[in-house]
């Protein structure tokens, strides 16, 4: 572990025990875009950023504190807490969920229907989906792409380019959306399919989020044309955002595999199987 995530863990502890929690142990879950920590003795969950990227967090803890209260099918915060604000980091706290087996994709997509109608009464102010793509943009620009060979990168770069100047051709009614409901983002628990992470929801085209589902499940009203194209720049959206990382998780290695292929199938008109999403 880096110094900085143990320097996030001690001053994000020291916040949720100075809020008046009880902390006597507590074990890592995840650390990636965002250090995921479980509390003992109440296994409560605490989410920690950089104090940057707060408002992230501050959005998220929102919009599923909304749909929670709706009685909509979300992980939910601990009822009464906010986000806390530190020198170095921003904590949330969440209660803990009891995941099951993996939700079919029927299950899944019948919770984000259900998810949609908390979603579409949230009132508070949300950014455009167009954020996520400018910031994938930023990073192609910065960083360097790990895994790939510079055919490769080339290849990313005027897919994603192409990509971009072929969605400035369409028009949609913006929804507010999930922005990343893919199936690593959905558990199965005692009361149903929940969804997680909700740090990327946005205004944006429906085709967005349903294009994370197959097509035999995709009941919602949609634009076969822009989920295609959409479906196009997710693919260089999601080996961006992996690839750009100092270490990939085997299952960020899977997922650039993956789109990368579709990358190529795409540049050599080729039909490409579509799954449902992955990353």
């Known amino acids: 572990m880096s110094d900085w995530s143990e320097l996030q863990i001690s001053e994000a502890i020291a916040m949720v025990v100075a809020s008046g929690v009880v902390v006597r142990n507590w074990t890592v879950l995840s650390c990636s875009n965002r250090l995921v920590i479980a509390l003992g003795p109440d296994k409560l969950i605490a989410k920690t950023v950089r104090i940057n990227d707060a408002a992230r967090l501050v959005k998220e803890f929102a919009v599923a504190g909304h749909v929670a209260a709706q009685k909509g099918p979300v992980?939910?915060?601990?009822?009464?807490?906010s986000v806390l604000l530190g020198e170095s980091v921003a904590v949330?706290?969440?209660?803990?969920?009891?995941?099951?087996?993996?939700?079919s994709d029927a299950a899944a997509y019948d919770a984000y229907l259900d998810l949609r109608r908390s979603l579409d009464t949230f009132s508070g102010s949300l950014p455009d989906f167009q954020e996520i793509?400018?910031?994938a943009a930023r990073r192609l620009d910065a960083a360097i792409l790990q895994g790939l060979s510079n055919e490769d990168t080339a290849?990313?770069?005027?897919?994603?380019?192409?990509?971009?100047a072929r969605?400035?051709?369409f028009r949609w009614s913006g929804s507010t959306l999930h922005g990343d409901p893919h199936a690593g983002n959905v558990v199965a628990t005692r009361h149903g399919p929940q969804w997680l992470d909700l740090e990327d929801v946005c205004i944006g085209p429906?085709?967005?989020?349903?294009?994370?589902?197959?097509?035999?499940?995709?009941?919602?009203?949609?634009?076969p044309s822009l989920l295609s194209e959409l479906t196009q720049l997710r693919r260089a959206c999601v080996v961006i955002w992996c690839a750009s990382k100092t270490r990939l998780s085997v299952d960020e290695t899977k997922a650039v595999a993956y789109h990368m292929d579709g990358i190529r199938a795409e540049a050599s008109g080729q039909n490409f199987p579509t799954h449902r999403a992955q990353a």
Request: glycine share 4%; no cysteine; charged share 15%.
């Open 206 to 223: 429906l085709e967005w989020d349903l294009l994370a589902f197959p097509p035999h499940a995709r009941t919602l009203t949609h634009d």
């Open 167 to 169: 969605l400035a051709k």
């Open 133 to 135: 793509t400018a910031g």
């Open 92 to 103: 949330s706290l969440w209660e803990p969920v009891e995941v099951l087996a993996p939700p």
């Open 75 to 81: 992980a939910p915060p601990v009822s009464g807490t």
């Open 155 to 164: 290849l990313l770069r005027a897919s994603f380019a192409s990509s971009l």
